[in-house]
């Protein structure tokens, strides 16, 4: 069983500072903050409805906040123009939920969609071949001429997960990985999204429900609650607190599919 690994570099590669965001009268996030340092796999779990997608969506600008400052590698981000969120938003890869692959493409098809788009990131190495290693990372290259419509729910999150890895991204944004899956296999993807922290250095922002994939991958966990960073730190620390937002999270961990 891999453990999440630590690191020392303490410059935060994301940083939100007091972000705050309104639909009409619902005000979502009300002065969110947090720090993601390098090489750290962290949690955020939050109720359905808490914000989670909408502070994702913030941080890559797909919504635009109403205040507050995030920086991503020292960049703000809301002051970027299109062509500078681009190139940064090649660092940050996505996992999001349902893992949308092409279904009339093979997998290699797939994989090679990425590159074509930034071809800057392949720096001079043959195509197939990166195709090929991020399979490999994922435990595919089996799969390579294969069609979404021939995997299972576990390989075409994998496979999403190579077609992220190939642009060599420093920080992954996970959007519930474990959702929809089986134990077993949800238990495979969070042994993988280790094993890559671990070989390839990555940052993580994990965006879960699930607690058993919080307990066993986060280095910190963040509970968003009423629009703010409500309570923070190892998952043992959480799970000991008496504040009773925490501990709803908490009360029943035997079951590893608690939501
Ligand atoms: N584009 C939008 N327009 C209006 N309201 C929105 C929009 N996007 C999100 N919201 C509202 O923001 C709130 C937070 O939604 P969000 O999707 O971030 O929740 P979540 O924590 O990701 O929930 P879940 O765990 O169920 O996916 C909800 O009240 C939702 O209705």
Do not use: W
């Amino acid at each position: 069983m891999k453990t999440p690994r630590q690191h020392t570099d303490t410059t935060p590669l994301i940083e939100i500072t007091s972000l705050t965001k309104s639909f009409g009268t619902n005000a979502v996030l009300r002065g969110f903050s947090l720090r993601l340092l390098p090489g750290e796999n962290l949690v955020i779990l939050g109720r359905s409805g808490s914000g989670k997608s909408v502070l994702i969506k913030c941080l890559i600008r797909l919504i635009e906040p109403d205040g507050g400052d995030i920086r991503i590698m020292g960049q703000a981000v809301t002051q970027l123009d299109r062509a500078s969120l681009d190139r940064l938003r090649t660092e940050v890869g996505f996992l999001f939920q349902g893992s949308a692959l092409y279904d009339s493409m093979t997998v290699r098809e797939n994989l090679r969609f990425p590159l074509r788009r930034h071809p800057e990131r392949a720096q001079g190495v043959a195509e197939d071949s990166l195709i090929q290693t991020a399979l490999e990372s994922v435990g595919l290259a089996h799969a390579i001429d294969l069609l979404p419509a021939e995997l299972s729910g576990g390989m075409k999150r994998r496979v999403a997960l190579a077609r992220t890895l190939i642009l060599k991204p420093r920080i992954i944004l996970y959007d519930e990985p474990t959702t929809g899956l089986d134990p077993i296999t949800a238990n495979e993807i969070i042994q993988l999204m280790l094993k890559l922290q671990q070989e390839l250095g990555t940052a993580s922002l994990i965006i879960t429900h699930d607690m058993d994939c919080a307990r066993v991958i986060a280095n910190r966990v963040i509970i968003l609650h009423d629009g703010i960073n409500y309570a923070e730190g190892t998952y043992s620390d959480l799970a000991r607190s008496r504040d009773p937002h925490v501990r709803a999270f908490f009360k029943d961990t035997n079951s590893p599919y608690h939501d």
